[in-house]
């Protein structure tokens, strides 16, 4: 404690004049009580050769009494030494603030907080650097400073480095870094309490110093642990020294001095001056060059650990990859997600699609500052990254898509998720989920039409999916699974297949209905998922859904397809092969079907999407380096089908000096000649494509 100075006159006696006020009155307080009285004394600490305690009267302790007189106040430094704890020592000069009483006369007390707003618990979705939250109660989202701590900072004659091109504080400053993640490991994600101590005022920015806004200072408990105190026991923050009297205090100031001496005595973070920590990480968003060089070694590295540090979008977020320390702004590949509101730098206010600030923050709260995986395919002209995100083994492409926050984008056709993504998006839209609440089932085709043509005019990518076919049909399509997916499909037939030995149907009690999702036994008696896409009297015609063919079964051998297997969709998806149809003639087809089957049925194939029209899928297939479309046509038993766009450019005219090499040659349905329509017009010939 400090009591207000006194000054001694020229009889050895204290002048009134000389004196603070009130210090006449605390000196005989004391000296009433002490003097050539019996005491107990409690030597507590030493400061400048002088001994530091306690103390006691017979009545009580004497510091306690000169505070609750409001002849004293607290001394930061040497409160925490009091035996005891200065909790009693706080209290009591609270009591004396809240009587005015002596020095405490023209006391002030700090803004009142509502006891509504003094305390709440939230979910914190965001640490910003080294002392501040962003914690979401209920709907709302505030942001909160740790009080009574200071973060790292760089010292005064360092502080130019402010100013420097691609300063960034959080990796620049020392201790910062560390700060920052012995925050985000601790909160992210987690339920904290929170008590607000105090608010302080906003600083206007004066000469050489930075101003702030208005600053709402809490005290932020979790599990039992105050994380101010945690945070400058380990040395990765200090601790604000106020004037005496200043109530705008953390409410646990005193733990927080006690926690920073231990800091300071161990020598951790700040206080040990030998290990400073620098952290140089490249930034690489927009440098083009530099990414062009960064993508091949991204690609093949598959899936790499990265932290991300901000979001900008929906599918759109900067990942910091501690392996490479770089940063990338990556992009979530495959999809097409509802923009949100964002404002140009010309000011120009751009509104958010529908479901756009929703789906910004619904990603916020999943993947901001939480460990991630990433799996990048490309790069876009920008040196943006793209391709596919994964926080707890969950594809953040695929998971806006089942929230219906995302539609399919045709670039999804690469990759291996494009069957789980197609998949959701259906089960989305049948949900009518968020951005599919008007859908109808039916779709623009003057849109679809218009991005299918744009899509011709781009570069050709190559990204190959391993299939293998399931069937191949008598209009020249084909079916396939993606070999990523045997080992689901067989775990979902296993499960179904149990299911129905367990609780076997009763025959006859299902009645189907064209467009159903059913359970039907194939001719080896066992069952399997599949559609209704004809009636009979007796008999259905269903699509294997999971396989691809089609079969005329009894309605006797029909079954009700429990909810638990509805999904998936089915795992078989038809495609035909791309710049190629069957010949006009019944006959010649029945060659070009032939031809397929003998290529490609029940074997393991790689696919590549080439185009799409009306929505199906036009594939190049290959086994080893062998094309078995251009095969197929250098054989005589396919024709080429003419495509425009400069995208397939260089493939058709591949293709068409392959037909032309069969002509010449007279093989199979070019063993009579030129049948294609020009020639054969004149007979009423027409070519009958591959779809």
Request: proline letters at 4%; one cysteine or more; a neutral charge.
């Amino acid at each position: 404690v400090r009591s207000p100075g006194t000054r001694l006159g020229p009889e050895g006696r204290p002048d009134p004049a000389q004196c603070e006020p009130f210090a006449t009155e605390a000196h005989y307080f004391t000296e009433s009580r002490v003097l050539q009285r019996e005491i107990e004394v409690i030597l507590e600490s030493h400061n400048n050769n002088n001994f530091v305690g306690s103390v006691i009267h017979p009545a009580g302790n004497i510091a306690e009494a000169l505070l609750k007189e409001g002849m004293a106040k607290c001394v930061d430094w040497s409160i925490a030494k009091v035996t005891g704890g200065p909790e009693v020592y706080r209290a009591a000069e609270k009591s004396a603030k809240e009587k005015k009483s002596r020095i405490w006369r023209d006391y002030k007390p700090s803004a009142v907080i509502s006891e509504k707003d003094k305390e709440f618990n939230g979910k914190v979705v965001e640490c910003v650097n080294g002392d501040s939250l962003m914690v979401k109660a209920g709907k709302t989202v505030r942001k909160i400073h740790l009080a009574s701590i200071r973060p790292p900072r760089l010292e005064q004659e360092e502080g130019s480095r402010n100013r420097q091109k691609g300063f960034k504080p959080l990796y620049d400053i020392p201790f910062m870094f560390e700060a920052r993640e012995f925050l985000r490991k601790k909160l992210i994600g987690h339920q904290v309490q929170v008590t607000v101590d105090y608010i302080q005022q906003a600083k206007e920015a004066v000469g050489g110093e930075l101003g702030f806004p208005e600053k709402t200072c809490c005290t932020v408990i979790i599990g039992g642990v105050n994380v101010a105190e945690a945070l400058v026991s380990k040395g990765l923050a200090t601790v604000v020294r106020y004037a005496a009297g200043n109530d705008e205090r953390s409410s646990r100031y005193d733990d927080l001095l006690q926690a920073e001496q231990k800091a300071e005595k161990t020598g951790k973070g700040l206080h040990d001056k030998k290990n400073i920590p620098s952290h140089r990480v490249s930034d690489m968003s927009g440098n083009v060059i530099k990414c062009k060089q960064f993508l091949p070694f991204l690609q093949r590295a598959g899936r790499m650990q990265g932290l991300v540090e901000f979001i900008a979008s929906g599918s759109r977020v900067r990942v910091y990859i501690p392996r490479e320390t770089c940063i990338v702004t990556f992009l979530l590949g495959g999809i097409s997600c509802a923009k949100s509101g964002r404002t140009l730098p010309s000011g120009e206010v751009i509104p958010a699609d529908p479901f756009g600030d929703e789906c910004t923050m619904h990603v916020k709260e999943m993947v901001l500052q939480r460990e991630v995986e990433i799996e990048v395919e490309n790069m876009d002209k920008a040196g943006n990254f793209i391709g596919y995100l994964f926080v707890d083994n969950t594809n953040l492409s695929l998971h806006l898509v089942q929230e219906g926050f995302a539609s399919m984008h045709f670039t999804a056709d690469r990759s291996p998720y494009a069957n789980q993504i197609k998949n959701a998006e259906d089960n989305a839209k049948n949900a009518k989920k968020r951005i599919w609440t008007n859908y109808s089932g039916e779709e623009d085709p003057v849109a679809i039409e218009e991005e299918e043509k744009a899509a011709l005019n781009e570069d050709r990518k190559v990204n190959y999916t391993e299939v293998l076919v399931t069937e191949v049909t008598d209009e020249g399509k084909f079916y396939a699974c993606n070999v990523k997916d045997g080992e689901a499909l067989e775990k979902l037939m296993d499960n179904l297949r149990e299911e129905f030995v367990t609780n076997p149907p009763l025959a006859g009690a299902y009645t189907p209905k064209k467009n159903d999702l059913c359970a039907a036994k194939f001719v080896d008696d066992q069952w399997y998922r599949a559609k209704v896409e004809k009636m009979g009297v007796n008999d259905v015609q269903v699509l294997y859904i999971d396989y691809g063919n089609r079969a005329s079964v009894p309605k006797t051998k029909l079954g009700s397809l429990p909810a638990t297997f509805q999904t998936p969709g089915g795992y078989a998806k038809p495609y035909s092969l791309a710049l190629t149809m069957l010949p006009p003639d019944e006959d010649l087809t029945a060659q070009g079907v032939a031809g397929l089957k003998e290529d490609m049925l029940d074997k393991t194939v790689k696919l590549n999407v080439e185009y799409k029209t009306g929505g199906e899928s036009f594939v190049t297939a290959h086994i080893g380096d062998e094309d078995i479309g251009k095969g197929l046509v250098d054989d005589g038993l396919l024709m080429v089908d003419k495509k425009g766009g400069r995208k397939l450019a260089k493939l058709l005219k591949e293709y068409e000096d392959a037909m032309a090499r069969a002509k010449k040659n007279h093989l199979n349905i070019w063993q009579y000649g030129d049948i294609t329509q020009d020639d054969a017009r004149e007979f009423g010939a027409q070519v009958k494509p591959a779809r």
